[in-house]
């Protein structure tokens, strides 16, 4: 059920822009607002309040509060433009998350680096701080981008970045960090990807 919900909300802000884009151009900004209401919050306010602790509690209800926060505001003004401000509640959220591990001995990129190799090396190390710097900026971009177009922008141009070009970034983002990754460190497992890569970047010889 945790995985469905996960799932289920991750599809739902996929595909937030292109329902927001259907959903004004045929319905009033209070009807659109009530059904975002009811599709989109629900899987991320379950996801915050499964069992966990008050750190898990601290860590996850800003989002769907600030969800809730939007939606409830288009619905009792009807100003289309607090629901186009999700995403950039999302990449406010993802900027906090990610800089606030800057301030500390490990970084987010490391954390997840640390969940598939057990030991880093300090150059690794250094590479995912810079990683976690360049998701921060990407997370900038993006925010400040739909927010301008949220507020000055047609609706078709806010549509195409929110929900395009915005995704190609990130995994332009993604696939660029992998390859200089393995060009760097030439850490490599079984999967076909680095069976790949290490053809392109064949592991050194030690000595």
């Given at each position: ?7 289920l ?175 760097r ?8 990807q ?13 000595g």
């Open positions: 059920m945790r995985a469905a919900w996960t799932v909300g991750a599809a739902v802000l996929a595909a937030y822009p292109l329902l927001v884009y259907l959903g004004l151009t045929r319905l009033s900004v209070r009807g659109v607002g009530l059904l975002l209401l009811a599709v989109v919050l629900p899987p991320h306010l379950a996801r915050a309040l499964r069992k966990g602790g008050r750190e898990h509690l601290r860590a996850v209800l800003p989002l769907p509060i600030g969800i809730g926060v939007l939606l409830l505001a288009a619905v009792a003004i009807e100003d289309h433009r607090f629901i186009l401000a999700l995403p950039v509640l999302i990449n406010a959220v993802l900027l906090v998350a990610f800089a606030a591990t800057l301030t500390g001995p490990v970084s987010m990129i490391e954390r997840f680096a640390r969940m598939q190799v057990d030991t880093l090396s300090a150059a690794e190390v250094a590479h995912c701080r810079a990683a976690t710097v360049a998701w921060c900026i990407l997370f900038v971009v993006n925010g400040a981008v739909t927010a301008v177009l949220a507020v000055r922008g047609p609706l078709s141009f806010w549509t195409a970045y929110a929900g395009g070009i915005s995704y190609v970034l990130i995994g332009l983002l993604f696939a660029a960090e992998y390859v200089v990754r393995k060009a460190f030439r850490r490599y497992g079984s999967g076909l680095d069976r790949i890569f290490a053809r392109i970047f064949p592991p050194r010889r030690a």
